[in-house]
């Protein structure tokens, strides 16, 4: 089922995380801590570049395994802004996507830009009829880019440590 290692998004280019972006990764993810921090629990101030090194290699090995397929997102004239993935935990007909985008670059349509596109991409593989998107209710901007994206709600739940995951969720048409 392995989707493309790149994947043009008009203003946008999704590739497939490679070793040398480590230093680069850790200076998206340390300088967008205050945001990411909330909602994401990697997301914490000792990231460090082995934090970023392993992230990295962990990356490798589970789209070798076929259970994650992460890409970070590049702007047309290669500036790192973010990361988006696919992950396979939903079951045997969904994959679900999961991002984060570096703060600078935020409130510009960006992510909404990187989700439709791999949302296309989901639908062309084989199996796949449902695409999902989880995320914090407090999170409001992750929540309006599946909205522009074309997810809408299909559920909430109470996760154990009592906090509330939204589920937004979108057929194959």
């Known amino acids: 089922m392995e989707p ?13 995380w490679e ?3 480590a230093g680069e990764l850790l200076a998206a993810v340390r300088e967008s801590l205050p ?5 994401l629990p990697w997301a914490t ?10 992230y ?18 590049f702007t047309s004239i290669g500036e790192l ?9 939903g079951g045997p007909d969904m994959l679900e996507i999961g991002y984060w985008l570096r703060s600078p670059f935020a ?4 992510m909404t830009t990187a989700v439709e596109a791999l949302t296309r991409v989901v639908f062309t593989l084989p199996g796949i009829t449902r695409a ?10 992750s929540g309006r880019v599946a909205e522009k994206a074309g997810y809408t709600e299909a559920s909430r739940r109470v996760l154990e440590d009592g906090t509330t995951e939204i589920i937004q969720e979108r057929a194959a048409t």
């Open 4 to 16: 493309p290692e790149m994947i043009n998004a008009g203003t946008l280019v999704l590739k497939r």
């Open 19 to 21: 070793p040398e972006w």
């Open 35 to 39: 945001e990411l921090t909330p909602f």
């Open 45 to 54: 101030d000792d990231y460090e570049l082995a934090n970023a090194r392993a």
């Open 56 to 73: 990295l290699a962990d990356a490798d090995h589970r789209w070798a395994k076929d259970t994650d397929y992460q890409y970070a997102i």
């Open 81 to 89: 802004i973010g990361g988006i993935g696919l992950h396979t935990r």
């Open 107 to 110: 409130g510009r349509g960006h």
């Open 132 to 141: 999902t998107i989880r995320h914090d209710p407090r999170n409001t901007a």
